[in-house]
């Protein structure tokens, strides 16, 4: 049996900050429809985490200090599954990488595993915001960005 430090020193962490909410589409695959390669998603609620600021060390080390975007990292509770992991890319299952919505409906790109430590719980994941939001859609070309619950844009414009 492994000792979980994750485990005790997240309640001290949650008393300076509280986790937040994540949506997860996890890359599935591609499909090829007459030489358009499109990627699918599906979508996955309830994941929690924490997202905080990437030092200038980490991001000149990965040769990302140059870069006008915004990187952050995310501490993730996350599934000891391989299947149901967050991944950057995931070349066995070909899979490019996953994205991440926040409670503030912005999209980030994840671009890396920095720390898998899903065996126990969590891991910690570094994104890329997007300025502007992906086309993310299930293998039925379905936009999984909607929230069938409280978006009724969708519905709208049907009629």
């Known amino acids: ?3 979980n430090l994750h485990a005790i020193v997240r309640p ?4 300076n900050k509280e986790d937040l909410p994540f949506t997860v589409f996890r890359s599935e695959g591609q499909k090829n429809v007459k030489g358009i390669v499109t990627a699918y998603y ?7 985490g924490q997202i905080q600021s990437e030092g200038d060390s980490a991001l000149y080390h ?3 200090g ?8 995310i501490y993730l509770y996350a599934p000891d599954d391989l299947d149901q992991r967050v991944w950057s890319v995931y070349r066995t299952k070909s899979r490019s990488g996953d994205y991440i919505r ?7 790109l994840v671009t890396a595993v920095l720390e898998d430590f899903s065996e126990v719980g969590w891991e910690c994941i570094r994104v890329t915001l997007q300025t502007v939001k992906p086309e993310i859609k299930d293998e039925n070309g379905n936009d999984l960005t909607v929230d069938p619950v409280t978006d009724t844009t969708q519905e709208a414009s049907d009629e």
């Open 102 to 108: 926040d409670n503030k409906g912005q999209y980030w």
């Open 1 to 3: 049996m492994s000792l």
């Open 42 to 48: 599906s979508r996955q609620d309830g994941y929690m």
């Open 12 to 15: 001290a962490i949650n008393v």
């Open 66 to 73: 140059t870069q006008s975007t915004v990187i952050r990292k």
């Open 62 to 64: 990965a040769e990302l």
